[in-house]
């Protein structure tokens, strides 16, 4: 399967002089953005996503169902449960 790479923007966003708290704000912003991109790319291939809700970690599949998981120590995962 093959994807389009996403595109990335290497050019300098340093201002000179620019507030701390402004740039890191305008970074965040940046960064979430971005992460909502990629969300957005995998769940169209089909993909699943994983995060961490309080102390679980979720997969979520591109329909949407969500299950608790644990991973392995050989690396593979464990469906705990469905998360309603």
Do not use: C, W
């Not at 679980?56 to 299950?67: I, M, P, S, W, Y």
Request: no cysteine; aromatic share 4%; proline share 4%.
């Amino acid at each position: 399967m093959t994807y389009t790479k996403p595109k990335t923007n290497t050019g300098s966003n340093i201002i000179p002089d620019e507030d701390i708290e402004v740039m890191a704000r305008r970074i965040e912003i940046a960064a979430q953005k971005q992460a909502g991109a990629d969300i957005m790319r995998l769940k169209a291939m089909g993909k699943p996503i994983h995060y961490t809700s309080g102390e679980k970690l979720v997969r979520e599949e591109a329909n949407g169902q969500k299950f608790e998981i644990e991973i392995e120590a050989d690396g593979s995962t464990k469906i705990i449960g469905e998360i309603l």
